[in-house]
């Protein structure tokens, strides 16, 4: 699972599917004989689903397939036929009126299955395009209700103290949030770069979002900050922990008016609880989904693809539909309040997290989000010191997937010992190949487990620790110590 940086434009989305040609016109309908009562067809179905702009016109224009025909009296539409052929008509011209001649040259009457035909085309291109052909429909049925004095439909108010949205619904939730949520654009020395989503973290201007969401502009890039009302505003780079996959970002010339996002408590949070999420998924800004927190406490390796450093997580996983785009992004509990930030998904193909790299998959509802209780105390230490505090037990671990625990490694990086000397685990008589199989009374499967664990912790907590050792289990308590910065 990674977490590819945002970005990769999206092609913008084309108005409307494309209208097949071969339907025939309304006007290619063969008109009556001269013999019969004066009133053309009405246009077929066919063509009234081909082409919705025709029908935009005042509903006097023609009559709906199957209407009874008007009366041809004084007034009436269509007009009875003028009272001489024309000239172009009696000579078997390419005139259209209501000449003899025409109906000399047809004397047949339209065939019945010509019309069922073209019912059935209809129902199927209103199938397929639906949405273009929408609004021509409700612009048409509408302006025949205006036209006409026997209409028996009723109008809902629309005034705005109808419209208002309770403050608990997902629209109220919505409303309030969406001005305090940006979509961040970031861009490298070299011009790569690509799109995210933040939230106001405070007063001052602090944006709190993911560190890769901005990392390709942590040196020397651009950064801009666009909210809900368009308004676009640079910023830089507060500091950035990758570890954990937190960075804050700061507005230069911030608004006097900001209103940050109340935080949540994320270990309150329940399997089952509602969830909002917020974000530009796909640069699509301003985005709200809604779903459920489906599990706690989920470890989650994530990289950004462009570094050898990985961040670990023990996420919230929600099935609120999120994207590419989406990461940095406040996940919020039914109250409004953040409870989460979404950093990476499981797509449906292998590779590709919440950055906007090519070719990833979107959502199938396997989401997961830094627990709003880390990311608070990760952002204080940015925002204070520029930099992240870890706390560690000053043991190396093998990150290979397993269902065994989090064996102990018997050589640290570069060729370094595994357990630090004098380290918290040094002290708590851990050795190279013992186990971990709990961090108090969470299962640990694997060292990305236990790096995830051991990371909602601080620097000084006290964890108990379970291990194997020749076969046996033991327990031990490990006061964790610390480690500053990405070093």
Do not use: C
């Not at 368009?230 to 780079?237: I, L, P, T």
């Not at 911030?254 to 640069?283: Q, R």
């Not at 994530?302 to 989406?326: E, F, H, R, V």
């Not at 010992?417 to 004098?422: E, G, I």
């Amino acid at each position: 699972m990674s977490t590819e940086n945002e970005g990769n434009e999206v092609p913008p989305a084309p108005s409307a599917p494309p209208v097949p040609v071969e339907t025939p016109a309304a006007s290619a309908e063969p008109a009556p004989p001269a013999s019969a009562a004066p009133h053309p067809a009405a246009p077929s179905s066919a063509g009234f689903a081909q082409d919705p702009a025709a029908h935009q016109a005042p509903a006097h224009a023609g009559a709906t397939a199957g209407a009874p025909p008007h009366a041809s009296g004084a007034g009436a539409w269509p007009p009875p036929p003028p009272p001489a052929v024309p000239s172009y008509a009696q000579d078997g011209g390419s005139g259209s009126g209501w000449g003899a001649s025409y109906a000399a040259q047809h004397p047949e009457e339209p065939k019945p299955a010509s019309r069922r035909g073209g019912l059935i085309a209809a129902v199927l291109v209103a199938a397929l395009v639906a949405g273009g052909v929408g609004g021509g429909i409700g612009f048409w049925a509408a302006d025949r209700n205006d036209n006409s004095t026997g209409s028996t439909t009723v109008s809902a108010s629309d005034t705005p103290a109808d419209l208002k949205r309770e403050p608990g619904t997902v629209a109220g939730i919505a409303n309030k949030a969406l001005p305090s949520v940006v979509t961040i654009e970031a861009q490298g020395g070299n011009g790569e770069g690509g799109t995210g989503t933040g939230f106001v973290y405070d007063t001052q201007g602090h944006i709190l979002t993911n560190n890769h969401v901005v990392a390709s502009a942590a040196d020397g890039g651009k950064l801009a900050a666009t909210f809900s009302d368009g308004k676009k505003y640079d910023a830089e780079v507060v500091g950035r922990a990758e570890g954990y996959d937190v960075a804050v970002i700061k507005l230069k010339n911030p608004p006097s008016n900001l209103k940050p996002l109340p935080l949540g408590n994320s270990d309150k949070v329940a399997v089952g609880d509602s969830t909002i999420a917020i974000g530009a998924p796909f640069g699509l800004s301003n985005t709200v989904t809604t779903g459920i927190v489906s599990a706690k406490d989920r470890p989650v390796t994530s990289s950004d693809g462009a570094s050898s450093k990985s961040s670990y997580m023990s996420a919230l996983q929600t099935d609120a539909s999120i994207n590419p785009g989406n990461s940095g992004g406040p996940l919020l509990d039914a109250g409004g309040a953040v409870i989460g930030i979404n950093s990476a998904i499981k797509p449906a193909e292998s590779g590709g997290g919440l950055g906007g790299g090519g070719g990833q998959s979107g959502s199938i509802g396997l989401g997961f989000a830094i627990p709003v209780n880390q990311t608070k105390y990760v952002a204080e230490q940015l925002i204070k010191n520029g930099q992240a505090v870890y706390p560690v037990i000053g043991a190396s671990v093998s990150l290979e997937e397993s269902s065994g625990g989090a064996t102990i490694s018997q050589k640290g990086a570069s060729d370094s010992q595994a357990v630090t000397p004098n380290g918290p685990a040094a002290k708590a008589g851990l050795k190279p190949g013992d186990v971990i199989t709990k961090l108090d009374d969470t299962v640990i499967d694997s060292g990305p487990t236990l790096i995830g664990q051991i990371w909602t912790h601080k620097p000084g907590d006290t964890v108990e620790i379970t291990y194997k050792r020749d076969g046996k289990e033991h327990k031990v308590d490990v006061v964790l110590g610390q480690r500053k910065g990405e070093s």
